[in-house]
């Protein structure tokens, strides 16, 4: 087990009142799975990725991390989890536009390690992994956007997180390039055991999941475990 969600609640006051972004959400994510979750437009999805990736407090519930109950009021500690555990990928790729793939990447590992030829080091192997290793030195109105999010990915990669957390990653994708990067998301999960959380749109993109949940209003519909692919 790697996170114990527990009763969670964000409440959002509006000026037509108050709403639970997410109402009341429990469950876990398994080391090593892959969850997608899916539900219509303002169902919650967002809200909930960024509550489990330390960057927005809940007004209620719980997060147990590796058995360790994390303290989600405190900022300091949800930063150290943030920057120790948790890799985010979102929609729009986030790139620095006048810094390079590889500088995009190298800008992640400086935060930990002053070394500049081992982090270039690092960031090109990164690279390698999602196929992007001739690439190195474009700016990102240089690549398609398609290898964008491949650099996207890269760069979420960066500090080894153990869980990948994907916010439409494949919406500004056609469904060719869509697959190219599910593939990647797949083959991480597989190969480096990265747990990941994926949110998406896409009936297709949700088949890449071993879980899968579906939200609405804020609450959990479905939860079927498709397959086991890995447990530690
Ligand atoms: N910062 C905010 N302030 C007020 N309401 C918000 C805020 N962020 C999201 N919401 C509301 O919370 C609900 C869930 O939003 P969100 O998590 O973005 O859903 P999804 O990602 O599924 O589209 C929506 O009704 C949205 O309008
Ligand atoms: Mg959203």
Do not use: C
Request: aromatic share 6%; charged share 20%.
């Amino acid at each position: 087990m790697l996170i114990q969600i527990k009763d969670l609640t964000k409440t959002y006051q509006r000026h037509n009142g108050a709403i639970n972004a997410v109402d009341s959400l429990s469950f876990d994510i398994d080391k090593g799975s892959f969850i997608t979750i899916t539900g219509p437009s303002g169902s919650g999805k967002t809200t909930l990725l960024l509550i489990i990736g330390g960057l927005l407090r809940p007004t209620s519930g719980r997060m147990i991390y590796g058995g360790n109950e994390l303290n989600l009021d405190s900022d300091e500690e949800m930063a150290i989890f943030r920057s120790n555990h948790i890799g985010f990928v979102m929609q729009s790729f986030a790139l620095v536009p006048y810094l390079t793939a590889v500088e995009n990447i190298m800008i992640a590992l400086n935060v930990k390690n002053k070394n500049k030829a081992e982090n270039r080091n690092r960031a090109i192997e990164l690279l390698k992994w999602v196929g992007l290793d001739d690439r190195t030195t474009h700016y990102p109105r240089e690549l398609s956007a398609g290898q964008q999010q491949r650099v996207a990915i890269a760069r979420a990669l960066a500090n080894s997180p153990d869980l990948l957390l994907a916010d439409e990653p494949t919406g500004n994708l056609d469904p060719g390039l869509s697959r190219e990067i599910l593939s990647i998301l797949s083959k991480i999960n597989k190969e480096q055991k990265t747990t990941i959380v994926m949110v998406t749109h896409s009936p297709v993109a949700a088949e890449y999941g071993d879980v899968k949940i579906h939200l609405q209003e804020g609450k959990l519909l479905g939860h079927s475990i498709m397959k086991k692919v890995f447990v530690s």
